[in-house]
């Protein structure tokens, strides 16, 4: 029953308190002509102010002008305050550059929300179960993660929908039982919206092969919800410090999931564009290979390399790269942090302490090797990024290269190629970072001295 399945959500999710005004979306169909009339027989026990809203969108002609006068008798019955708006949707959607339905919804919530803040109320809306399951079929049809399983949410901020556990024959069961009148929009009749396929082709069929399928993917809609809640927590933490932090080892030693969750919120905290599916997968790629660059809407760049995270406008990075050529830092054993964030750590050791650095290294005794130089050939260094002209020889090549060229050979992204710092002895490229020592300078017997970079 209606009336049961209400009160059950309206105590499950504290939608209601004595004493509030709610500010109800009435179409005039038979959902939010419903969900008023059962409103209307809270007033009394809870002190409530009801406010009824009416948009008519002016797509459908006559039979919008019909539906709007029918709300206005309808409140008129039931002694509710009234509103009606006008507005020209499908001018709006052109003008915007968007569907009639997108539009039609941000122009609805948008007149809630003014009035809601006009009286300090809350918004109710008449979705019920059977909206949320078709909101949940029509995002795997067009496919979704986890998130997209939740269907449409109870509560959200001050919207509440009291018929969330309702089916559509409950509210048919409920308007005959109390002879409420309501209208049709001819639109719902169609198949010419994805919704209005899946409510009257797709539903249907499903229910031949499990008559209790609404409740059977409601309940799966409450499970990916806590599920949600969860990846959501942790996506939280993750961003939190890799915000804190910029790296993407930090962000990253969790799993995939909450990586692409973290990495949404990350660019919506940094960037004011939202990236697609298609980009969160190869954002999450090249952090799992620990290289790559990907472009995003707006003009905007994701790379990773060592660890550390780029994100940021193309053209910032240009300007960034543009300041940094004249960056030039005297070496001298300690901690240095780059213009770029890049904290580099030197220090000189003894032979015998390098040797036990690899010892106590085993399973990293590539890195190690890889950021150890022959100290008593270091003179004259300073730490700078790279310049045209910048040669470098890789160690057990036999070749020097355009350090052009070895990038393009290590398949460093173009954008932070210019940020990586590297360490010039007297003229010569002893060291890049992500790559090594070159060959003039790595460690051999006759070294006496081990000057150790960590990043």
């Known amino acids: 029953m209606l009336p049961d399945k209400c009160r059950l959500a309206i105590e499950k999710y504290g939608m209601l308190s004595e004493g509030d005004s709610v500010i109800v979306g009435l ?102 179960l059977s909206d949320s399951v078709e909101t949940v079929l029509f995002h795997i049809i067009r496919g979704c993660a986890v998130n997209g399983l939740k269907g449409i949410p109870a509560v959200r901020g001050n919207i509440i929908r009291p018929l ?52 059977a993917i409601g309940r799966l809609s409450e499970c990916a919800a806590a599920d949600d809640g969860f990846l959501c927590e942790a996506a939280d933490r993750a961003a939190e410090d890799f915000l804190k932090y910029g790296r993407a080892d930090i962000l990253f030693a969790s799993e995939p999931p909450v990586a692409s969750r973290a990495l949404m919120k990350i660019c919506a905290a940094r960037l004011p564009v939202t990236p697609e599916q298609k980009h969160i997968a190869a954002m999450c790629d090249s952090l799992r290979r620990g290289t790559g660059s990907v472009n995003l ?65 085993r399973k990293n005794e590539k890195n190690v090797y890889k950021n150890s130089l022959d100290c008593d050939r270091i003179t004259r260094a300073t730490f700078r990024f790279r310049r045209e002209g910048d040669t470098f020889s890789p160690v057990g090549r036999k070749c020097t290269k355009s350090l052009k060229k070895l990038f393009n050979e290590e398949k460093i992204p173009t954008a932070i190629r210019g940020q990586l710092p590297l360490l010039e002895s007297d003229g010569n490229i002893a060291w890049i970072s992500g790559i090594g020592v070159s060959e003039p300078f790595r460690v051999n017997e006759s070294t006496q001295k081990v000057l150790y970079i960590e990043e």
């Open 164 to 215: 969330i556990g309702c089916e559509r024959s409950d509210i048919e069961a409920y308007c005959a039982a109390h002879r409420i009148e309501y209208v049709t929009d001819s639109t719902n009749l169609t198949t010419d919206y994805a919704r209005n396929k899946i409510r009257l082709q797709i539903l249907p069929l499903m229910k031949e092969m499990n008559p209790s399928v609404v409740e």
């Open 297 to 361: 809407p707006g003009d905007n760049v994701f790379s990773v390399r060592n660890h550390t995270v780029v994100l940021k406008k193309k053209s910032e990075i240009t300007k960034d790269c543009q300041a940094a050529n004249n960056w030039n830092v005297e070496f001298v054993p300690g901690e240095i942090i780059t213009p770029s964030g890049h904290k580099i750590i030197s220090r000189i050791i003894e032979k015998n302490k390098y040797n036990e650095l690899l010892s106590q290294n």
């Open 27 to 128: 179409s005039g169909g038979a959902d939010s002509c419903a969900l008023l009339y059962y409103l209307c027989s809270l007033r009394e026990e809870l002190s409530l102010r009801i406010v009824a809203v009416h948009v008519n969108h002016m797509i459908r002609g006559g039979e919008a002008e019909r539906d709007a006068a029918f709300a206005e008798t309808f409140c008129e019955k039931l002694k509710v305050e009234f509103r009606l708006y006008r507005r020209d949707i499908p001018a709006m959607a052109a003008q915007k550059g968007i569907g009639l339905e997108q539009c039609g919804r941000e122009v609805r919530y948008a007149i809630f929300e003014e009035e809601s803040k006009q009286c300090g109320g809350k918004i109710a809306t008449a979705h019920t």
